[in-house]
């Protein structure tokens, strides 16, 4: 009749349960060392033997190279986790309390640093000489100037464009705002928790939703311009897309953060899951749902200007015809507009949303 | 003999997924129309008894019957119907603050509608009576209409219990329903559930933390440490001895860890 679990007394079930996690520990840290060291000798290697020392142009590439400094980072890292003097065991909270395990894992997470910070530099490229060269200096004081005396002449046709993105940020909102809502529910963890039907749903909605927002706006809009022409409904798909992953985020978080005691309240009445959702959980994220629409709204307004670039319709569509053409003129009198309305939009927003609270 | 208990607790065991062994085998009844008052220490296992009898959580092992149906295992549709015979009232209270008096307490009586209308707050003209005539019994009737994040914690605790009496229970558990409150309107709640005992007729289980408020109120004690039950008995019979051996002992555990 008693859970065999039970008889167990719960301290010895706590260490058991303490064992395996070390050992799970353990293997994270062993692997994590193969990684440092593996990429500590391909950094070495190729951005600073190859490109500093032998000024090759042509990086050499093979398989069997790779397939050696694998196998040796296996190894080194094995053993040097093993022993719980590394990095790896450090970052695992395995490390020994030893001075030889504290100055070895701080040195080479001190070279990890530089090293990356040394290829870093190199592979963008960075030149002084380019900064401040005199060609340089002059294209520069040529953009700025024209920049800074915009050209009015196409003020109406800028106008329009500008109000376009707008409209354009708003429908992409608004439509937003269902599938978000009902997406939101199922993926909040503690409505969806309760068994393995309900939470398989919840785990394939995030990993969707995940996949979904990695991809930046920009991409969508490239995809959606192919997919139904260029222009602003190919620019205002690409934002409802975005903007229906990333707001079903914060939302189902802020579901997963309400307070637990009126769900209990609630369900104590005997109310079934619609009505506990709708009485304990809904009053509780009415006004974060808001809030984060109209900041998504301010948001959407700047990305819309962006993905106009690429053909996504809008100022930003306008702003990159007329650089194209190299008129330095319109250019400045359309970024002096983006710069206007987006101004304007950020404070809108966070006063409504002020407001609101 | 057995049809005057409404609650039959059996060798009740709950183990919590962190491991915390909260309830070690307790054993016990509940009679009709009693006020049954339980004490013992923050983390004595109190809470975790009160939410195994309405199932909020989940009895690792042994039975609870309510009004001698096992109750232990049932799900759905059965479970939330006897769940809208027994009310609850949280040390929190456990309102819903953004909405009126009057719909906190309209909520106590979900449990009883249908789905779509109770979504939509079509609530039949009677349940409004009842909610107003409920709120009228704990004296707060005047502030129907106000929000409920308005209200003082004693009186958001008297709607929590007209929330509670819209179930009609049968029984009323209370967790700790004073603990947040200042002394003297703890006494003025507590009054509160002496009336719904005595006058309505509902059986009591309400966990507590003050001996004054024990002896006062309830008919009839248990008392729980570390999981276990260690007294059961009347509130008279708590002397020195019993308080050590609740309380005092307990105290240098816990100093010990």
């Known amino acids: 009749m008693l859970d065999p679990e039970l008889e167990l007394h719960p301290k010895e079930k706590i260490l058991r349960k303490k064992r395996n996690q070390e050992k799970i520990d353990l293997v994270k840290a062993i692997l994590l060392d193969s990684f440092f060291v593996f990429y500590t000798i391909l950094v070495c290697q190729r951005a600073i033997y190859y490109k500093v020392i032998l000024d090759l142009r042509e990086l050499p ?21 093993y022993s719980r003097t590394s990095l790896g065991a450090k970052i695992m909270g395995l490390a020994k309390e030893t001075k030889f395990a504290k100055w070895s894992s701080e040195i080479f997470a001190w070279t990890l640093f530089n090293l990356t910070f040394i290829a870093g530099w190199l592979v963008t490229k960075i030149s002084i000489i380019d900064l401040f060269s005199k060609e340089g200096i002059e294209g520069a004081n040529r953009i700025f100037y024209a920049l800074f005396t915009p050209e009015f002449g196409i003020f109406d046709d800028a106008l329009f464009a500008i109000i376009e993105t707008i409209y354009l940020a708003l429908i992409a909102t608004l439509l937003s705002i ?29 990993i969707i939703l995940n996949f979904v927002r990695s991809i930046e706006p920009l991409i969508w809009a490239i995809i959606f311009s192919v997919w139904v022409g260029i222009g602003p409904y190919a620019g205002m798909i690409a934002l409802l897309v975005h903007t229906i992953a990333a ?24 109310a079934n899951k619609l009505q506990i959702i709708w009485y304990a959980v809904v009053p509780q994220i009415v006004l974060p749902f808001l809030s984060f ?18 053909g996504g319709g809008g100022i930003g569509t306008m702003l990159m015809q007329y650089q194209g053409l190299a008129q330095w003129h319109e250019v400045g009198l359309i970024v002096i507009m983006i710069a206007i309305v987006v101004w304007i939009m950020d404070y809108i927003s966070a006063k409504i949303r002020e407001a609101i609270y | 003999m057995s049809s005057n208990k409404i609650v039959e607790v059996r060798n009740l065991h709950k183990v919590y997924p962190s491991g915390t062994h909260a309830l070690k085998g307790v054993s016990l009844d509940v009679y009709k129309g ?15 008894l009160l939410k195994c009898i309405n199932r909020l959580e989940e009895p690792t092992a042994g039975s609870v019957k309510f009004l001698g149906k096992d109750i232990t295992h049932i799900k759905g549709k059965e479970l939330r119907e006897v769940r809208t015979h027994i009310g609850m009232v949280f040390q929190q209270f456990n309102l819903i603050k953004r909405m009126s008096v009057l719909n906190n307490v309209l909520a106590g009586k979900l449990g009883y509608m249908k789905t779509l209308p109770s979504i939509l707050g079509n609530f039949p003209p009677q349940c409004i009576e009842e909610a107003l005539k409920n709120l009228d019994i704990v004296g707060i009737k005047e502030y129907a209409y106000e929000r409920a994040d308005k209200l003082s914690g004693g009186q958001q605790q008297r709607v929590a219990i007209a929330r509670s009496l819209m179930q009609s229970p049968k029984l009323l558990l209370a967790d700790e329903p004073v603990a947040s409150l200042d002394p003297a309107t703890s006494n003025s709640i507590m009054q509160y559930f002496e009336k719904v005992n005595k006058e309505l007729g509902v059986t009591v289980v309400c966990n507590l933390h003050f001996l004054s408020l024990v002896r006062r109120y309830a008919t009839r004690v248990i008392a729980l440490k570390s999981g276990e039950i260690v007294f059961e008995g009347y509130p008279n019979e708590i002397d020195e001895k019993w308080f050590k051996k609740i309380y005092g002992e307990e105290a240098e555990e816990v100093e010990i860890r």
């Open chain 1, 61 to 81: 590439f093979s398989w069997n190279e790779i397939s050696v400094f694998a196998i040796i980072s296996l190894a080194v890292g094995f053993i040097w986790g």
């Open chain 1, 178 to 206: 269902p599938p978000t809502l009902i997406l939101s529910f199922f993926t909040a963890r503690n409505l969806m928790k309760d068994n393995w039907f309900t939470l398989s749903i919840y785990y394939v909605l995030r």
């Open chain 1, 247 to 270: 707001n079903a985020k914060l939302y189902s978080e802020a579901i997963e953060s309400i307070e637990e005691g009126p769900v209990d309240a609630i369900t104590a009445t005997g």
């Open chain 1, 293 to 310: 629409t109209i900041y998504r709204w301010d948001i959407n307004v700047r990305m819309a200007t962006v993905i106009g670039l690429v």
């Open chain 2, 34 to 48: 009693e006020f049954l008052v339980v004490i013992g220490l923050s983390g004595s296992g109190k809470t975790t």
